[in-house]
């Protein structure tokens, strides 16, 4: 016997031969009995399962978040109580518009999704290395997804389109000064921050509510790409880059951070704090610091694990909540619903995404269900509805404790479409920002600007030199100049 492992079909009969099909005669067509050739045939039709509709190309490790300040005046989340715990944790990065095999250096936000495994249940941070985001309301997405993407018709990336979606939707400026920016290019994975962008709630024993926003500030420093280096750079170097650090033991870690908000500072506060194109001014909300997330392993199997990672901001335990945030709401039944159709049903049960601590519920079935690869026995012989006589005698019952604190409502709150008004403010914060930055991130913002806005209409340009314009004089001055040394 050889020292190897004996090579099996799919349900372990020893092969005699993995090289050669069953032919009749030397020079002959396949015959029937060629089943293990069949079951491999088969089986390679079925290698993929989609791709994410965004964030498609990723890279995943593991790794630990230590708590440093114990969060029990704030929360009841059991992971965040009791300073120096750990928590296992499983981080995918990624590009949002670009397919499984894009570049990782395009000017895109990137993806920085943390799933906490935690002892009360899995909770997942699905955020980006942006602060705010493009849009309020979720109804919006799918549109601006189709236009940050490929063309229908020649299946090429599209300038033209994403501003003049951008033209329409000043809400997006803030966002889109970011990205066109020095840090529209991070240089990896590394090397970027972390934010849930949107606003979540923090519950405490006493049952009173908080708003909280996370920051993960990478502890390797910032570094971006200029976009000549960037055109320079292997497409999957950022995977590289984290896959090589973490072999080497050169483990990255991000210091988290919140900001936190009372509900009656909410109320008053000159911003819609549920408004995701918006920041909380450091100076009104300081940072907290809280822990150290620290990525220190590789995954075994790439698509076992990043792949089939599901990541949903419905992932929540007890302590931790949603907002009324409009976006935060659609995503709240996005990402599993996407789940369900890109890895399945049961999802839940695979090892990356499984809970570490005991999972009981009445759902029962669907496609995998109790396969021991997909770590659950669909529970078992245990009574499938509730209420059941079996109560007693150990059949899973909610915890009333763990309700999250009644959320009230504003006054008069009619159920109504509530567009954006045409005084509102997306102007101040983009020109914040631009006034903060030096002469040379000015230029290279106007020229990033420039190089996909000369693509575009000029009804398209002139929309945007006026948002440009609201923002700062001196933002549209530097466009247009950018704009015209191109023409
Ligand atoms: C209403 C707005 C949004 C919708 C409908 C939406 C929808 C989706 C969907 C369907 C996926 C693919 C999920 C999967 O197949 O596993 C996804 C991935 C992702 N989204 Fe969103 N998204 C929205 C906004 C945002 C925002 C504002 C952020 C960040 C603050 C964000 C961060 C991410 C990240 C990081 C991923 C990749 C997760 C992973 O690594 O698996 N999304 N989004």
Redesign the pocket.
């Known amino acids: 016997m050889s020292k190897n492992t004996l090579l099996t079909t799919a349900t372990g009969s020893p092969v005699p031969d993995d090289d050669t099909s069953i032919s009749a005669g030397p020079r002959g067509p396949l015959t029937w009995d060629n089943h293990y050739t069949f079951e491999k045939l088969a089986h390679f039709n079925r290698e993929r399962i989609p791709e ?4 498609a190309r ?1 890279t995943g490790a593991y790794g630990t978040f230590t708590l440093t300040r114990s969060m029990s005046e704030w929360t009841i989340a059991d992971f965040l109580q009791r300073e120096g715990e750990q928590t296992e944790a499983f981080v ?1 990065f ?1 590009t949002v518009g670009g397919g499984q095999d894009s570049s990782d250096y395009a000017r895109d936000p990137r ?3 943390v799933k906490f495994y935690t002892a009360e249940g899995n909770y997942d941070m ?3 290395n942006t602060p705010v ?1 493009f849009l309020r309301d ?1 109804i919006k ?1 799918p549109d601006f997804i189709h236009s940050q993407k490929k063309n229908p018709r020649s299946n090429l990336p599209d300038p033209a389109a994403m501003y003049e979606f951008w033209a329409n939707h000043p809400q997006s400026l803030h966002q889109v000064t970011i990205l066109m920016s020095d840090r529209g290019i991070p240089a990896s994975y590394r090397h970027m921050h972390g934010f849930s ?2 606003t979540f709630s923090f519950w405490n024993a006493e049952g009173e509510r908080f708003w909280f926003k996370w920051h993960f500030k990478t502890d390797q420093g910032i570094r971006n790409l200029s976009p000549e280096e960037a055109a320079a750079m292997p497409p999957f170097g950022a995977q590289q880059d984290l896959v090589e650090a973490i072999d080497r033991g050169d483990f990255p870690s991000w210091t988290a951070k919140v900001q936190i908000m009372t509900e009656a500072q909410a109320r008053d506060y000159h911003i819609n704090p549920f408004d ?1 194109t918006k920041i909380w001014p450091h100076g009104d909300f300081p940072l907290i610091e809280v822990g150290r997330l620290e990525l220190n392993r590789n995954v075994e199997n790439y698509f076992a694990e990043t792949e089939q ?3 949903a901001p419905s992932n929540l335990v007890p302590g931790i909540g949603a907002s009324p945030d409009k ?1 935060l709401q ?2 709240l039944l ?2 599993q619903d ?2 369900r159709y ?1 890895v399945g049903v049961n999802a839940n049960q695979l090892p990356v995404n499984a809970a570490r601590c005991p999972v009981h519920h009445y759902q029962r079935d669907g496609a995998m269900a109790g396969c021991p690869v997909a770590g659950g026995n669909n529970q078992g012989s245990g009574v499938n509805f509730y209420p059941n006589d079996g109560i007693n005698a150990g059949a899973p019952v909610p915890e009333p404790r763990v309700a999250e604190p009644p959320m009230p409502l504003e006054e008069e709150a009619w159920v109504n479409r509530y567009p954006v008004g045409a005084d509102e403010d997306h102007y101040s914060q983009a020109g914040d920002l631009f006034r903060w930055m030096d002469d040379a991130q000015r230029e290279g913002l106007a020229r990033a600007i420039a190089e996909g806005l000369s693509q575009a209409s000029p009804s398209v340009q002139e929309r945007m030199l006026e948002q440009f314009a609201r923002a700062d004089a001196e933002y549209a001055a530097r466009v247009e100049a950018a704009l015209k040394a191109r023409a």
Do not use: D, I, K, Q
């Open positions: 994410r509709v965004v964030h990723g995918r990624s993806g920085f999704a699905v955020g980006n985001f979720a997405f962008s949107h995701l990672a599901c990541f976006m659609g995503r996005a990402y996407a789940h890109r």
